[in-house]
């Protein structure tokens, strides 16, 4: 499969290069980082997914790019909204796994002297590991109301109060949900997970922002050089992927119902406006509430952990949401498709939407400046914010790059980096860091990952997002 060079950060796959293919397939990358991408299936993944049917403009690869199940991790796709497909595997199975950066007005001269029961604090009141739980009285009741109405719901029981709301991606709560169409088994997965940040690369970090680089948009977003902020990386847990596999299964008969043929079985779908996609669909924003709540709940638990350590109320130490934004969705959106407005329903697996300033979805307090764009680097690496650019509108659906991407399964990442490795490494950095399993250590060392710098240049170069600023951790919590 031939892949051409189009620029410095973008490559080609032509839809001629495979029988089947509806479109072309482009690739966010840098000569460096494609030839990581190279040693997986994600270019093949990516042209499977062209040969599906319905598709608006190009499928897009983003350059943290990686494997995945069926579609790439780090895939963007679009679908006509009325005659198009859904396609649950490429989405992902944590639907709605996303980031939430938390603003505070202290800086590391403040928080350093503090780090280590803050950290404790930190790991000691947000669950995290395999099958952790949080017990804070919920029950279907509730799941059945956060599943429907999202983070409204659970400010109203305390977690937090209206300003958050507004600095929320879909402020909190995705329409159309029902949980109707949510099985037993994954409602009973869900309603004790609620708080709690899971394992594998999901984590919370203490982080100093270590460089600002646009000063103007940091400062709209209330960042400076210094400050202490905290970011979120998790999702709809137990709950989220108990309805994927489900609706996977349920796909398995709706292909042989309808005689379709697939490249790869993975890449199921349903045609939009079948009892499946519309089921599909309302399960699926079920669990996207859910994920929102989940990382709002545990905002109230890193709050609470500040108050404690610094005898402060959170609003007193500046502990407001920057933002809150998912990277494992499918949306509605409205785009400009060969010079004409379009509604598509755009597939983002691993990709973040990065709008431009003017949007109505971007709240009004960023809306002149663009959609803040949450990029977590790798264990004891940098981190990102980055704002969304009028590239990304013109490109890519409205979307950037969402981490560093894995260039190592975590098998091999278990056999070739010991975890004293990591350890060293973090120790070297002044880096604290709390974990349930040594095994984890391995899996999410930062040489597992890409180079999370080299990825956001790519974005940046390719005029999708603009980097404001470079945050660097001081405290990791992990499962």
């Not at 983070?151 to 109203?156: F, L």
């Not at 974990?435 to 899996?443: H, Y």
Request: hydrophobic share 35%; proline share 3%; aromatic share 6%.
């Amino acid at each position: 499969m031939e892949l051409e060079k189009i620029d410095e950060n973008r490559f080609r796959i032509s839809k001629n290069s495979m029988p089947g293919m509806n479109t072309d397939v482009i690739v966010y990358s840098s000569d460096r980082l494609i030839e990581k991408v190279k040693k997986d299936r994600t270019l093949q993944q990516a042209a499977n997914a062209a040969t599906l049917p319905g598709l608006v403009g190009n499928v897009l690869v983003m350059p943290d790019a990686h494997e995945g199940y069926g579609f790439p991790i780090g895939g963007v796709m679009a679908f006509d909204a009325s005659e198009g497909i859904v396609s649950p595997g490429s989405i992902g199975f944590d639907i709605n796994c996303g980031v939430r950066l938390i603003k505070t007005s202290l800086t590391e001269k403040e928080v350093r002297p503090k780090i280590n029961p803050l950290a404790d604090a930190l790991f000691r009141n947000v669950p995290s590991g395999v099958g952790s739980k949080l017990q804070i009285g919920l029950t279907q009741t509730d799941l059945e109301k956060i599943a429907h109405e999202g983070v409204e719901y659970i400010i109203r029981k305390g977690y937090g109060n209206e300003k958050d709301l507004g600095n929320i991606e879909e402020n909190g709560c995705m329409h159309g949900a029902d949980i109707s169409k949510v099985s037993s088994d994954a409602r009973s997965r869900g309603l004790h997970e609620l708080g709690t940040l899971g394992a594998g690369n999901h984590f919370l970090e203490v982080q100093r922002v270590e460089k600002i680089l646009d000063e103007r948009t940091a400062k709209a977003f209330g960042l400076f050089d210094g400050q202490i902020v905290i970011m979120v990386h998790t999702g709809s847990r137990g709950f989220g992927h108990q309805i994927c596999s489900d609706y996977l299964r349920i796909l398995v008969e709706y292909q042989r119902k309808n005689d379709i043929k697939l490249v790869d079985p993975e890449l199921s779908y349903a045609e939009i406006g079948s009892k499946e996609a519309l089921d599909y669909l309302c399960a699926m924003k079920s669990a996207v509430n859910f994920a929102f709540t989940n990382r709002q709940i545990i905002t109230n638990s890193i709050r609470k952990s500040f108050e404690s350590v610094f005898n402060q109320k959170w609003d007193a130490l500046g502990m407001d949401i920057l933002y809150d934004l998912s990277h494992n969705i499918a949306k509605a959106e409205d785009h400009i498709i060969d010079g004409k407005r379009k509604r598509v329903l755009v597939h983002r697996k691993g990709a973040t939407r990065a709008f431009a300033k003017g949007r109505t979805e971007i709240p009004q307090n960023y809306r002149d400046i663009g959609q803040p764009v949450l990029i977590p680097g790798s264990m004891g690496t940098s981190s990102y914010v980055l704002c969304g650019a009028e590239g990304s509108m013109k490109e890519t659906f409205g979307s950037s790059c969402h981490g560093a991407g894995r260039v190592m399964s975590r098998h091999q990442a278990i056999r070739e980096i010991p975890a004293s490795r990591t350890f060293e490494s973090l120790k070297s950095k002044n880096i604290e860091i709390r974990i349930k399993t040594r095994k984890l250590v391995s899996e999410e060392a930062e040489w597992s990952y890409k180079d999370v710098d080299d990825v956001v240049k790519v974005v940046e170069n390719s005029g999708i997002s603009t980097i404001v600023s470079r945050n660097v951790p001081i405290a990791v919590i992990k499962g």
